[in-house]
Each structure stands twice: as structure tokens, then as C-alpha cells.
């Protein structure tokens, strides 16, 4: 018995020490051309669903998909809202605007209800809060910051606000529609992968 108790006592040491030993590998931020990960969003407002996937906002219309990185104290982010919200509406089918804040999740459903009623509008787009796992991935040059998925999850640009207009979108939406019928099989493929979920 008393053996039995030493053997049980020095797996568990072994099994403590291998698991010490196991680090996950950091995450590298992407660069154009990068693939993103299908990650998983625990905090998300404005939405159908309060957790949502990378393929989720991507749909099953395979739309491009652009994160805007932004915060309440950035006024250049904020007087991108109606912007933006035109161009979502007009491209419902083809485009998903996401925005994504750091900030804590009651202090942005605060601050849009209030931007919501001051502009008399209701905004379209859904919105991660508490982000704590796509700034890793995404590189933070402006403010705000978007970043360009396409459908198969290859990170195609990261741009200022003054590359996010109509022009650019039909440009970028034109070439996507030719690429999906090439790579249509391929793109099918990466909806059908498995997820990574962010920290609670």
C-alpha cells in the first residue's frame, strides 16, 4: 500500500513538471498575405449572437470582412461611424464591417447607445469588446486601424480610414468575385476548419 501511495504521488510530480514544461507558442501578427486563424469572440454586442467566429461574420455569402480597430478617446474613429454604417447597408451581401475595441463591454454599450441616440440611428455593425486576442494578430499602424480579410482568411490590407470608401470596396469586391470562382473549393475548405477560442 505504501508503495502504491510513493508510485501515485511521483506520476503526479511527472505529470505536473511535464505540463510546467509545456509553453504555448506566442502568437506572430500577421502580415499581408498572412492567414488568420478562425478565432473565436467570446464579448460581442450588437449582435445576433454574444460569441462569434471569424467564418461567422464571413457568412455564407464568403464576405470580405473588415475589423476596425478603434477606441472611445479616438474622435477620428468615431466620426467614422455613419461612414461606415452607409457602406455595410449598401454592401450587406458582400461586406461585414466589424468593429473592435480593448475598451470593457458596458462602457461601450453605454457609449453607442448614446452616439446611437444623438445621431438618430441605429448602427448595423456588430461590435468585440474586451479584446484581448485579434490585437495580437493585427498590427496597429493607424487609428483607427482596418484590417482586409477575404474569404479564404488571408489578410489582404491594413489601411488609415482614407482607403475605406466606395471606390476602393467595388475595386477590392470585383477582384474577390473573380478569385472565388477560382478558389471556391479551397475557401469552401477553410469554413469547414476548426476554431480557436480567446481567453474568457
Keep these: 500500500m505504501h508503495k502504491k501511495t510513493i508510485f501515485f504521488v511521483l506520476a503526479l510530480l511527472c505529470l505536473a513538471f511535464n505540463s510546467f514544461g509545456q509553453t504555448e507558442k506566442p502568437i506572430k501578427p500577421l502580415y499581408i498575405d ?8 467570446q464579448h460581442v454586442i450588437n449582435y445576433k449572437d454574444s460569441t462569434a467566429t471569424v467564418l461567422d461574420f464571413q457568412g455564407p455569402q464568403y464576405k470580405l470582412v473588415l475589423f476596425d480597430f478603434w477606441s472611445t ?3 477620428v474613429c468615431i466620426s467614422q461611424f455613419p461612414k461606415e454604417d452607409s457602406l455595410q447597408r449598401a454592401y450587406n451581401n458582400q ?3 466589424v468593429l473592435v475595441t480593448d475598451e470593457p463591454k458596458q462602457k461601450i454599450i453605454n457609449f453607442i447607445a448614446k452616439w446611437e441616440a ?3 440611428v441605429k448602427l448595423s455593425m456588430p461590435i468585440i ?4 486576442l485579434l490585437q495580437q494578430y493585427i498590427r496597429r499602424y493607424f487609428e483607427p486601424n482596418y484590417a482586409w480579410i477575404a474569404p479564404d482568411n488571408r489578410m489582404i490590407a491594413q489601411t488609415s480610414e482614407d482607403f475605406v470608401n466606395k471606390e476602393n470596396l467595388e475595386i477590392v469586391l470585383k477582384e474577390m468575385k473573380k478569385l472565388q470562382a ?4 479551397y475557401i469552401k475548405a477553410m469554413h469547414h476548419s476548426s476554431t480557436i477560442k480567446s481567453p474568457l
Design 34 to 41: 498572412g492567414v488568420l486563424p478562425n478565432l473565436t469572440f
Design 73 to 75: 478617446h479616438c474622435t
Design 95 to 97: 461586406l461585414q464591417i
Design 118 to 120: 444623438q445621431h438618430h
Design 129 to 132: 469588446v474586451a479584446d484581448t
Design 182 to 185: 477560382i478558389e471556391s473549393v
